[in-house]
């Protein structure tokens, strides 16, 4: 099993590096038995040629190399890569996804994760270059013979073309750009495929600015920046749609409870209209016939009915005042849950507006038909009162008979208001 002290070993059989000799077949060194022995110990197949010692390179692991620059002729680095690198007084060891300078682990030295991701960007936009369900290729062509790249902006109407070196670029160390390589692959899992139109769009627009020599490297070094602006277009895009079916959404509801809430106020406003003149009417009538007690008991029997009759279409009113104050607030609020509000939260101020007037205006109507109960059954009452009166009945007499019937009156308005005033406000 390779561990960091294979690399140890490997380093001690090796030393001095200027003596030995490095190649794709063998690495050779000056003969020594201790040498062998740690060949043999690591399972590397050795030979012995006059008084040198050749290391099969095929059975070395990890794969050794003379130098730095050696490393970015690389054509790919899996899980399972070790690498020895030779950089001038210092040994860089990649074992097991970490890295290690002179046999010691370090966490912000970049080297070999930003060549990892540099060549999986490549091989991951050559996967691109096959088409979509919608006919969309986010790579149009890509040639791996010629290393050349090649994306059509149909938004644009251009052409980017892009050729990259066989060797692989060298990268700030300190940088970790695989993160932004991260980014870019997880574009293409989102659930709205069209986010992948606005990053080549987005890859386009940014790379036309760097010179054609370094043109692929910025492009990787660059990907935050692509992924972040194409993110930037994508929200606007979604929103631009978002805010507009919102609204129109909005709109609906708002016609449909203004026009709920103005035919409550029209059937109230033909009874409130109808009251005054009723009250003249009844009046007229006991003027008539004040000399016949017959006809006075039938009107107050009348009265009495007419009464029951109208606070029980209030009720109805009330019910349906009710009901549209619970559906609008449930409409409204399941509106104001879509998450354009969370990251827009001033565009809520419209829907706030429209929303103080409906519930102001379904406080207005339950204030109306409050104050239509009451000045209904109350003039009933003085008028029966004053029918009373006509009988003779004396005025303490009809005050302490009006007394039950306010008391019943007020238990119809709780009947009638109380429960669905209750359902109103909460």
């Not at 033909?270 to 016939?289: M, N, R, Y």
Request: hydrophobic share 45%.
């Amino acid at each position: 099993m390779v561990d960091i002290n294979t690399h140890k070993t490997l380093v001690e059989i090796l030393q001095p590096l200027s003596e030995a000799l490095i190649n794709a077949a063998y690495i050779e060194i000056n003969f020594s038995e201790k040498a062998k022995k740690a060949c043999d110990s690591l399972n590397i197949e050795t030979e012995k040629i006059q008084d040198k010692l050749r290391l099969i390179t095929s059975s070395i692991e990890p794969t050794i190399f003379s130098n730095l620059d050696e490393l970015f002729n690389i054509k790919e680095i899996t899980a399972s890569s070790s690498f020895l690198i030779f950089d001038n007084d210092r040994v860089i060891s990649y074992l097991d996804g970490k890295t290690y300078i002179n046999f010691q682990q370090t966490d912000n030295y970049y080297l070999i994760s930003n060549l990892k991701a540099y060549l999986e960007f490549q091989s991951f936009l050559k996967i691109q270059e096959s088409e979509t369900d919608d006919a969309f290729y986010f790579v149009d062509a890509y040639n791996k013979d010629l290393r050349k790249i090649s994306f059509v902006s149909l938004a644009e109407k251009g052409r980017l073309n892009i050729i990259y070196d066989f060797k692989a670029p060298h990268f700030d160390t300190e940088i970790d750009y695989s993160k932004g390589f991260e980014r870019f692959k997880a574009c293409f899992n989102e659930e709205n495929k069209s986010l992948a139109k606005f990053l080549k769009s987005s890859m386009i627009n940014i790379a036309s600015r760097f010179p054609a020599e370094t043109q692929f490297k910025q492009l990787f070094e660059s990907l935050n920046e692509i992924v972040d602006k194409a993110r930037i277009n994508f929200e606007v895009y979604l929103n631009n749609l978002s805010i507009d079916k919102i609204r129109k959404d909005y709109d609906e509801v708002k016609s449909k409870y203004f026009n709920s809430l103005s035919d409550i106020l029209s059937k109230l406003s033909q009874k409130i209209i109808a009251l005054p003149i009723g009250v003249s009417a009844t009046l007229f009538a006991i003027d008539k016939v004040k000399d016949n007690p017959f006809f006075l008991y039938f009107l107050m029997g009348a009265l009495l009915l007419t009464s029951i009759y109208i606070s029980l279409l209030l009720r109805i009113h009330f019910k349906d005042l009710s009901y549209v104050s619970r559906v609008f607030h449930a409409d409204y609020n399941s509106l104001l849950e879509n998450n354009f509000f969370s990251k827009y939260p001033e565009e809520k101020t419209l829907f706030e507006e429209i929303k103080t007037r409906i519930t102001d205006r379904i406080k207005f109507l339950k204030l109306l038909i409050e104050s239509y109960f009451w000045v209904m059954n109350l003039a009933n009452l003085v008028i029966i009162g004053f029918i009373f009166w006509l009988f003779g009945i004396k005025l303490m007499a009809i005050a302490l008979i009006s007394l039950p019937l306010i008391i019943i009156v007020t238990a119809v308005r709780n009947y009638v208001l109380e429960r669905e005033n209750n359902e109103l406000e909460g």
